[in-house]
């Protein structure tokens, strides 16, 4: 059993918006990052975006100004709410939590952006 979950995916319109939720209350040590990634077919597994305990967020270029990731430390909660979606973005989207010493993985949402 993973000790992260995602939720939130789902098939949306071009131009419609969904927001993604990870729930890491799984992860027991201290968190100093937690971001999503995403893998299409036939694709390499890409980063989304993250964001790190303390620090400054950082985007893929090709969602700067669509997405934004956001974080709940007391819950142990991160979104993702995207906006603007195109059919590029369809893909699995993973959540990744890094501690000091490995990375936990989710096992994928699907998003779906098709009209």
């Known amino acids: 059993q993973v000790p992260l979950v995602e939720s939130g995916g789902g098939l949306v319109q071009p131009g419609g918006s969904l927001r993604l939720s990870c729930a890491a209350s799984?992860?027991?040590?201290?968190?100093?990052?937690m971001g999503w990634y995403r893998q299409a077919p036939g694709k390499q597994r890409e980063l989304v975006a993250t964001a790190p305990s303390g620090g400054n967020t950082r985007y893929a270029d090709s969602v700067k100004g669509r997405f934004t990731i956001s974080r709940d430390n007391a819950k142990k909660m991160v979104y993702l709410q995207m906006n603007s979606l195109k059919p590029e973005d369809t893909a699995v989207y993973y959540c990744?939590?890094?501690?000091?010493?490995?990375?936990?993985w989710g096992r994928g949402t699907q998003v779906t952006v098709s009209s």
């Open positions: 990744n939590v890094r501690i000091s010493t490995s990375d936990y």
């Open positions: 799984g992860v027991i040590f201290t968190i100093y990052s």
